[in-house]
């Protein structure tokens, strides 16, 4: 079991930043990729950022490359999301999740309870 607690929502104004924090306990955190999620009132939930479980490797959606970077701290067990240039768009619940198949971080078969971000204009 792995468990994933988010943290570091709010609201901000376009234009700011907002550093998501994710704390994982239960099985090793390490070996696993990592990655963000995102849903807002009305869609679907959508991939934001992943992780390998080196931290070697990172994956952005197209929306938010350039103003939103992923990173772990594997001796904090805590995988971070630190945004930047926020934009009303963003607004949304976003998750934290992994994969502990080796499936890819785009189907997890863990998740946080999410951490509501609101951005407003």
């Known amino acids: 079991q792995v468990q994933l607690v988010e943290s570091g929502g709010g609201l901000v104004q376009a234009g700011g930043s907002l550093r998501l924090s994710c704390a994982a306990s239960?099985?090793?955190?390490?070996?696993?990729?990592m990655g963000w999620f995102r849903q807002a009132p009305g869609k679907e939930r959508e991939f934001v950022a992943g992780?390998?479980?080196?931290?070697?490797?990172?994956y952005y959606v197209d929306s938010v490359k350039g103003r939103f970077t992923i990173s772990r701290d594997t001796a904090k067990n805590t995988v971070y999301l630190q945004m930047n240039s926020l934009k009303p768009e963003d607004t949304a619940i976003y998750y934290c999740?992994?994969?502990?198949?080796?499936?890819?971080?785009?189907?997890?078969?863990?998740w946080g309870q999410g951490t509501q971000v609101t951005v407003s204009s």
């Open positions: 999740a992994t994969d502990t198949r080796g499936h890819g971080v785009r189907t997890p078969d863990y």
């Open positions: 239960g099985r090793t955190f390490s070996t696993y990729a």
């Open positions: 992780i390998s479980w080196n931290g070697g490797r990172t």
